[in-house]
Structure formats: C-alpha cells, structure tokens
C-alpha cells in the first residue's frame, strides 16, 4: 500500500511491531527515509540511511506524534506531519 503526502509517495510496510512508511530523495545520492509506528507504544520513530551506510533512528516527539493506537490513527499522523520533516 502507498500513500500520497505533500507530493511524497510513501511506502507503506506491515511490521510484526506495527507498520513503516519509507520513501527516497531524489538526486544522485538519494536519501532513503523511514518513518516507524511501534503500536504497543504508540510510538513514532524517524529514521534516515545514505547508501551504503545503516540507518539512524531517532523517536519523533510523542508530545507532537501521537496517535490513538490504531493503525488508520497512524496514518493520519504521518500524513499531518511529513510535511514538517525533511524530504
């Protein structure tokens, strides 16, 4: 499943922990980008990777990520706030 925000497509994946949505810059050396959702915790984490390296991954501010513990409250979330990070 994909999704579209702010001109981004954004891939959506199935975890055993919840679900990520992961999309690249354009360019010559892309950035890949991921955005987490753990569902137990309700807990939004952002991560980046320059090829060849591994990711980085940080937790997005829960005061600012929330979501109301579903799937579809996740999604919502990460439409309202791609926009505001780096893409």
Not at 52 to 71: A, C, E, F, K
């Amino acid at each position: 499943m994909a999704i579209e925000v702010d001109g981004v497509e954004l891939h959506e994946t199935s975890r055993g922990s919840g679900a990520a949505w992961r999309w690249s810059s354009g360019g010559p050396d892309p950035i890949d980008y991921e955005i987490q959702w753990v569902e137990n915790k309700d807990t939004f984490l952002y991560g980046t990777r320059v090829r060849p390296g591994g990711w980085n991954l940080s937790q997005l501010d829960p005061n600012t990520w929330l979501g109301d513990g579903t799937l579809e409250g996740a999604r919502d979330m990460v439409k309202r706030g791609l926009p505001t990070l780096p893409h």
